[in-house]
């Protein structure tokens, strides 16, 4: 009975000893969620205008090609070259087209040649440009008997739409020129057994008008 008493007494205090001697397993960790990547923007690259392009001003040379329009009506179709330089969105430039349309016994001859500048209105694959500058003409249209002369410096506007591509660009131009003189008429008259020249009439006004439309390629030596 004694022994069973002890035994009573000791028990837990050696309970006690066990559970300092069995340290707790702690419960693992939870492990760390990835953090949300979110995606790198698409970026699509500018369209190859002349404008994307910095550094120093670069030299251009084209060709072309068009209808050209007097102020009676008369037209002819021909074509030209062009020099210029081009730096970012500004483009300057001279110019000349020759145009002719031979008619049967009519023939209408206009030659044209610019100075100018033209500026790209935005960063697209196609381009608006408005543009303008200095010009001289010389045309003469013999429609049967009745001849159209005109000659003399003016100014000229533009609207156009450009098509860059690298090193080259299309263009396709509307211009209308505005002379600073006037155009003369005149007809073949039979008077005495001669014939000879008479003025019919000349420009009611200072200005005679002009129009063309071009179309064109440009290389831009980079």
Do not use: C
Request: glycine fraction near 14%; hydrophobic fraction near 45%.
């Amino acid at each position: 009975a004694a022994s069973i008493a002890e035994a009573s007494r000791t028990a837990p205090a050696l309970l006690d000893a066990l559970d300092a001697r069995v340290a707790p397993v702690p419960a693992p960790a939870a492990a760390p969620e990835p953090a949300s990547v979110e995606p790198a923007p698409v970026v699509e690259p500018d369209a190859p205008t002349l404008q994307a392009k910095a550094g120093p001003p670069a030299a251009t040379v084209g060709v072309l090609g068009g209808a050209s329009v007097l102020s009676n009506g008369a037209s002819a179709g021909g074509g030209g070259a062009s020099i210029g330089v081009a730096h970012r969105s500004a483009q300057g430039f001279i110019d000349f087209l020759y145009a002719r349309a031979p008619l049967g016994q009519s023939t209408v001859d206009d030659l044209v040649l610019t100075m100018g500048a033209r500026l790209a209105l935005a960063r697209a694959k196609v381009v608006p440009s408005v543009g303008g500058g200095w010009s001289y003409t010389d045309h003469e249209a013999r429609l049967g008997t009745e001849v159209l002369k005109g000659a003399g410096i003016g100014v000229f506007g533009e609207l156009g739409l450009l098509v860059p591509i690298e090193r080259h660009q299309l263009g396709v131009l509307a211009r209308m020129n505005l002379g600073f003189y006037k155009d003369v008429e005149s007809d073949l008259v039979t008077s005495n057994g001669y014939t000879y020249r008479r003025p019919a009439r000349t420009g009611g006004d200072m200005f005679t008008p002009s129009y063309a439309l071009l179309g064109g390629y440009t290389y831009v030596f980079r």
